[in-house]
């Protein structure tokens, strides 16, 4: 099947944005670092810890509602929404190699643009050394601006035949999404394994059908027409 998106030439300006959304994230990750570690107190190892473990489980939350809501609505013709959301899942079921051949800016410029506001916002507000429920958001929003930042890479690095070594032990110890679990999502039909930051809460989501039954109860909601939102039928088509 050909790729579908590899003979565009993609526009100047959105290469523009992806690089300058990615400096602008790792200066803004740099600086909100410093100043939770600036703050951190030997005391507060256990509440690191603690923002730490529920800003993953949202990242991991994070993804798979992204991941859900681009491989199971609307199309590739959806106005703006298709070419710049949609067609990424779709191709990715198609060819899951894509990701891999894809260039970091391409890979990671979207989620490092979707971490700047809320680091943004971070550098208005309370400061960290203001105490403990100031430095407990500031890690929180810290680790998950991380991990969700990180999503894209990690997804491809599931997909990567050779990767560095710390890469393998991070997935060996299952702090990122690993290729054995993720293959649960690219075997079947594509309904299961959504989360790809860590995938720690797939076997919990898969287990009570919490994708399925969330798009059941969308689908009788959806204004005017169903058969707007959604297309199960063309997706399966399109092999994905
Ligand atoms: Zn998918
Ligand atoms: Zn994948």
């Given at each position: 099947m050909p790729h579908e998106r590899e003979p565009q030439v993609r526009p100047v300006w959105l290469v523009a944005l992806e690089h300058v959304s990615i400096a602008a994230a790792a200066v803004l990750l740099v600086l909100e670092a410093a100043a939770v570690a600036r703050a951190?107190?030997?005391?507060d190892l256990g509440l690191l810890a603690a923002a730490f473990l529920a800003a993953l489980l949202l990242a991991d939350l994070v993804s798979g509602t992204v991941h859900w809501i681009g491989d199971t609505f609307?199309?590739?013709?959806?106005?703006?929404?298709?070419?710049?959301?949609?067609a990424n899942f779709r191709e990715h079921h198609r060819d899951p190699q894509a990701i891999v051949r894809h260039g970091f800016a391409e890979r990671n410029g979207g989620n490092a643009l979707a971490i700047v506001l809320p680091l943004l916002l971070a550098r208005m507000?309370?400061?960290?050394?203001?105490?403990h429920t100031a430095l407990a958001a500031h890690a929180f929003l810290l680790f998950l601006t991380i991990g969700s930042c990180a999503t894209n890479q990690i997804h491809m690095w599931a997909h990567t035949k050779r990767v560095p070594r710390f890469v393998r032990s991070l997935q060996r110890a299952r702090l990122i999404l690993s290729p054995e679990h993720h293959d649960g999502h690219h075997?079947?039909?594509?309904?299961?394994?959504?989360?790809?930051?860590?995938?720690?809460?797939n076997p919990a989501l898969d287990a009570m059908a919490f994708w399925e039954r969330s798009e059941r109860w969308l689908r009788e909601r959806?204004?005017?027409?169903?058969a707007r939102l959604p297309a199960k039928e063309a997706r399966r088509a399109q092999g994905g």
């Open positions: 951190v107190e030997p005391g609307f199309e590739t013709t959806t106005p703006i929404l298709g070419p710049a959301f949609v507000a309370t400061p960290p050394e203001a105490g075997r079947g039909d594509f309904r299961r394994c959504y989360c790809v930051t860590t995938g720690w809460l959806w204004p005017k027409d169903g």
